[in-house]
């Protein structure tokens, strides 16, 4: 294997697993303010002052792509169990279920039970307004979430 190509292999590896381990620190869970705390600590430990600009700059190296691919890490959960991923990036308009095995939309049942598991359940819209569409469930963020 190319050792750039090894190099990339494992940052992204242990990037996903550093934002894995420690998403659930930022409090509260599955809000914008959980996001930019895990950012802010980030950046204080990679050296940044903590000052506006120092943290701007940290963003700014970063880029889109790779802040991109750590926020996706940082709002799914996976449930194996459930055979379910769960995408839950609040700057967007629902919740995405989706099946870890399978093309078929996921039952609402298990996507009930995952949302609980996860501390989503109160957090998103009733079922009613849940939409099943090819291969996914869509749920809405509740009112009080918007």
């Known amino acids: 294997m190319n050792p750039t190509a090894l190099q990339a292999t494992l940052f992204d590896f242990a990037i996903g697993e550093l934002v894995r381990q420690h998403r659930e620190s930022f409090e509260p869970l599955w809000t914008l303010e959980s996001w930019a705390k895990l950012m802010i600590w980030l950046a204080l430990n990679c050296g940044c002052s903590g000052e506006r ?28 169990d459930l ?32 949302l609980e598991r996860v501390g989503l359940g109160e957090r998103v819209a009733g079922r009613e307004q849940w939409q099943v569409l090819e291969g996914l469930v869509a749920v809405p963020w509740g009112e009080r979430c918007a």
């Open 83 to 114: 055979e379910l991923k769960l995408l839950a990036d609040p700057a967007e308009a629902q919740v995405l279920a989706l099946p870890l095995v399978g093309a078929a939309a996921p039952e609402l049942p298990r996507v009930a039970v995952a």
């Open 53 to 80: 600009e120092a943290l701007e700059q940290f963003a700014a190296a970063l880029g889109p792509r790779l802040t991109g691919r750590l926020r996706r890490v940082f709002f799914e959960r996976e449930l194996g």
